[in-house]
């Protein structure tokens, strides 16, 4: 009956971690004691870390943290307000300047964190009339931002340009404006969004395209300047998204594109509006990473030398990495309390990775999510190469054909990978 059921009610009936902390399985907020270059102390011990998103090793470099510590002497701590109101910084709009330089866009807009910029600019760039074709492996933070935006999502498979092209003749018409949104690098599985054709689409069915960029920023890309770049298709989407609390060793995000639309989305998006800004030291942080991304291209190289020798060792080991061809490499387990159980014996073997299991992926799809940072020696990777290895075997998970076949079919229904070639 109405009005009888305690709004709390939700939270004492959800069991779903305390079962996996009754089991001592759940592998969750790990307190990190410091870290020193790819590895990190937890529980007073050191382990290699293959979990992160430092992609280029930027967050120990000496001109980083020098430029940081110089911000705090010089604004202090933090903006203590809005860009909107009083918190607007010199700095922010430096950055902003040599970011949208960077990317190759007429303007850049700076926001407090990557999550509030998807929020901002979709839900503030599409109208009750307008519709948002999204992919279905799409970060949080997008699928966030179209609950947001008053106007229809329409989803399709994820990166099949095939069931993009069936949603948009089915439905086109019925809408006024059409934005196409997806990850330039998927999170989960590191694959590459197929932009070229995705623009031609776009160019057919006349929609806007964004691109967010959170893992190919500092990554795709000559210089790592992105998913336009790696293509070779520079200012060929509309906007383009990114992070900084990855490559660039940070907090923060930012949207880029035309003057104008980044002018209607500063007066518009509400996260924007409403948020305080990124503290000096973060601003500062991001200033000076993209100005070591192009001036010292040694961090980028190494990136790709270490992330190629992991897709190449762990797939001849028998992993099925989803075909990853980016520093995400994901290891296909299947079961959500055999990933846990993996990442925490890894975790007693000294490395650090992280699971991900449902709502992050389909159910029976767990991965353990390994990525590869340009700090990497060759020995922590031979390390974990090591440790990966005898562990495949002891879970049954590699030199073992059938659950190998097994894999392979999960990695073909799920995440479209042939699979002839992931065994």
Not at 121 to 137: N, Q, T
Not at 304 to 312: E, G, H, I, V
Not at 331 to 360: C, H, W
Request: charged share 20%.
């Amino acid at each position: 009956m109405s009005g009888t059921i305690d709004l709390f009610s939700k939270c004492y009936a959800y069991d779903e971690a305390k079962k996996a902390q009754s089991l001592g399985l759940y592998p969750f907020f790990r307190p990190i004691e410091s870290t020193v270059g790819s590895s990190v102390v937890t529980h007073g011990k050191r382990r290699v870390m293959i979990g992160s998103n430092n992609y280029l090793g930027l967050t120990h470099h000496p001109r980083v943290q020098a430029a940081a510590k110089a911000a705090i002497d010089k604004f202090g701590t933090g903006c203590t307000g809005s860009r909107f109101l009083n918190g607007n910084l010199a700095l922010h709009e430096e950055l902003e300047v040599l970011l949208a330089d960077y990317l190759g866009k007429e303007s850049a807009l700076v926001f407090s964190t990557g999550f509030l910029s998807n929020q901002g600019a979709l839900s503030c760039i599409v109208g009750r009339s307008d519709v948002l074709y999204c992919d279905r492996e799409n970060h949080a933070s997008i699928i966030e931002g179209t609950r947001l935006a008053i106007g229809d999502t329409v989803k399709f498979r994820h990166n099949d340009m095939a069931d993009l092209e069936r949603v948009l003749n089915s439905t086109r018409g019925k809408y006024d404006g059409a934005l196409i949104v997806a990850d330039g690098v998927f999170s989960m599985s590191g694959d590459i969004f197929n932009l070229p054709r995705v623009i031609e689409l776009a160019k057919k069915y006349n929609c806007r395209v964004y691109v967010d960029d959170a893992h190919a920023l500092g990554v795709l890309g000559p210089k790592g300047q992105g998913t336009e770049h790696h293509f070779g298709m520079v200012n060929s989407a509309d906007l383009v998204m990114g992070t900084f609390s990855k490559s660039f060793a940070s907090i923060g995000g930012f949207v880029a594109g035309t003057k104008d639309v980044m002018h209607y989305i500063k007066h518009k998006a509400r996260p924007f509006m409403f948020s305080a800004a990124m503290p000096p030291a973060a601003a500062a942080t991001v200033l000076e990473c993209l100005r070591i991304v192009q001036e010292e291209p040694e961090h980028l190289q190494n990136l790709w030398k270490n992330a190629n020798k992991m897709a190449r060792e762990l797939s001849g080991m028998g992993y099925n990495t989803l075909n990853s061809r980016t520093p995400i490499i994901p290891l296909l387990i299947g079961d959500d309390y055999m990933a846990f159980q993996f990442t925490n014996k890894l975790y007693e073997s000294g490395v650090f990775a992280t699971p991900v299991v449902r709502p992050a992926v389909p159910e029976g799809c767990a991965l353990i999510r390994t990525s590869y940072m340009a700090s990497h020696t060759e020995q922590d990777l031979d390390y974990v190469l090591e440790v990966l290895s005898k562990l495949g075997k002891e879970f049954g998970i590699i030199g073992n054909r059938d659950r190998q076949a097994e894999l392979a079919e999960l990695a073909h229904t799920h995440f479209g990978v042939a699979p002839a070639a992931t065994i």
